[in-house]
């Protein structure tokens, strides 16, 4: 009797002791720094210049991120908006530079089952998050080359770069430059193409179509509205390009961007540099209705906008292998 009164009173104590002791996999994840967080990130020298050959080159396990402790230092909004339910989601560090101004800029590529993609973020000398984009996504498209590039003043370039007919490369190129309200805004844009009646190219048309949306719509070989799928089933890549010849003179736009889905069940484009550029589009059936609702003019003449209502064509089929 004494020996099994002695046996419980150890195993309360046991349980006492086990109540009292915080699982380890409960513990609050220990605060981080920017400073903290930037240890893993090479330093890099401007200009420096992120390609889609760096999101597909094998990146080693010494620069792989916490992403807890990423979530630590930037916004939920924020977070939510770049990479929320991308499966199997990994974060690398590819470089860090401070500038005069002592601002922190990181550097980082994702990768996830839906694909690679480079991200520039940035901190104020207090080690606030300042803002941040999208520089390149990578893409099985050959004729196509995109990155984003960074000069001695730390503006950054989006470049995308397409082989076409006859040699001739066409490119088109967005400058950002951090607004004095923090955030990145358009500067200017720079394309060697001149408008013409010649068919155009879309750079997306080879992406995924899987989604419910994603197809092609529109009508002319100069008018082309393309939805595609995106990294997440909340997300469609587009590619926009019209010319209205309705006026005196051709007025032409063009837009390529990521619009995520919204909760009235359509699709909303903002400039993902914090710029005042918004497209939404409505879906009703098989129409698509975009319309303006901020301003565009980087992107477009002055006497035109991005605005309509076009019909979705029937997917080619496809290819039958010989």
């Known amino acids: 009797m004494r020996v099994r009164f002695l046996f419980c009173l150890i195993a309360l104590g046991a349980l006492a002791g086990c109540g009292g002791k915080k699982n380890t996999s409960e513990k609050e994840e220990k605060p981080v720094t920017v400073d903290d967080f930037l240890k893993a990130f090479p330093p890099i020298k401007v200009p420096y210049v992120f390609s889609d050959s760096t999101l597909v080159r094998k990146s ?3 620069l792989h991120l916490r992403l807890s402790a990423w979530k630590q230092l930037v916004p939920d909004s924020v977070y939510n908006r770049y990479f929320k339910g991308q ?21 980082i590529k994702a990768v996830s ?6 991200y520039l973020f940035y901190f104020d000398k207090a080690d ?4 941040g984009m999208r520089l390149v996504e990578a893409d099985d498209d050959n004729r196509t080359r995109s990155y984003g590039k960074l000069d001695n003043r730390l503006n950054v370039s989006l470049v995308t770069e397409t082989r076409k007919s006859a040699g001739f490369t066409a490119v088109s190129e967005s400058i950002y430059g951090i607004s004095d309200e923090g955030g990145f805004s358009l500067i200017m ?5 001149e408008s013409s009646d010649r068919k155009v190219y879309n750079p997306i048309d080879t992406l995924p179509r899987r989604f419910r949306w994603s197809g092609d719509y529109g009508a002319g070989k100069n008018n082309v509205i393309s939805l595609r799928d995106g990294v997440t ?3 469609y890549r587009f590619f926009i390009h019209f010319i209205n010849t309705d006026g005196e003179t051709p007025c032409k736009g063009e837009l390529r961007g990521v619009a995520e889905v919204t909760a009235d069940g359509g699709l909303k484009y903002t400039d993902r540099a ?6 939404a ?3 009703d059936g098989n129409e698509l209705t975009i319309r303006e609702v901020g301003g565009c003019g980087a992107y477009r003449d002055a006497t035109c906008f991005f605005e309509g209502n076009y019909v979705k064509k029937k997917a080619p089929k496809p290819k039958k292998r010989k």
């Open 274 to 279: 914090g710029g005042p550029c918004g497209i």
């Open 87 to 107: 499966e199997g989601l990994r974060l690398y560090a590819v470089g860090k530079i401070l500038d005069k101004d002592k601002r922190k800029y990181a550097l």
């Open 281 to 283: 589009f409505t879906i």
């Open 128 to 131: 606030k998050y300042g803002g």
């Open 60 to 62: 080693p396990d010494s």
């Open 233 to 235: 089933p909340r997300e």
């Open 189 to 193: 844009t720079n394309s060697n193409e």
């Open 113 to 118: 089952a839906s694909g690679r993609t480079g």
